[in-house]
């Protein structure tokens, strides 16, 4: 009875950890070339993941509205363009999202925010100055997806906008 036991102990340790593994979109590190200005109709979204062992197991998917846009592990991060508007960039440790930020519109400019995620600074994401970021950008390593533009099931400025109005 003990065998039997650890062995459906080892079992289930094993699909834990290949399930905590999975990559479903492809994330990989990558060199970081900096890319270019954005256009006067873009804005440029850097998202940064605190280097944290809280929660440092899970990835976070970055979402735009309702695009996949990076996948960020602890001390992490990647940048994406997007047309200039309102956009909730979310950190959604599946299947929920667990911190949200809205960024307005910003032609022709550069966002940078900071997931944090820890015992004592809590779970949120934080606008940085350029200074920071840049600081950020030599500490941390830049990720990439090869599967760009994957849906969610909900468009979570719409989820936002629905949640705070009235």
Known sequence: MLRVRQLWALLVLIALLVGCG???????EA???????????????Y??????S????????????????????????????????????VAL????PIMHYRVTPAPGKTVYLLCRVGYASGMFIEPVDVQRARELMSQYRYTEIETKGGKT??????YYDRLYSK
């Open 22 to 28: 999975a990559n479903t979109y492809g994330v990989r």
């Open 153 to 158: 099931k909900m468009n979570y400025r719409d």
């Open 54 to 89: 809280f929660g440092a197991a899970r990835k976070f998917a970055i979402i735009d509205n309702d695009t996949v846009m990076a996948v960020l592990t602890p001390g992490t991060f990647s940048y994406f363009k997007v047309p200039s508007g309102e956009h909730e960039i």
């Open 47 to 52: 998202v940064f993941r605190e280097d944290s």
């Open 93 to 96: 440790m599946a299947p929920s």
């Open 31 to 45: 060199s970081y070339v900096a890319p270019a200005t954005p256009g006067p109709d873009e804005t440029l979204v």
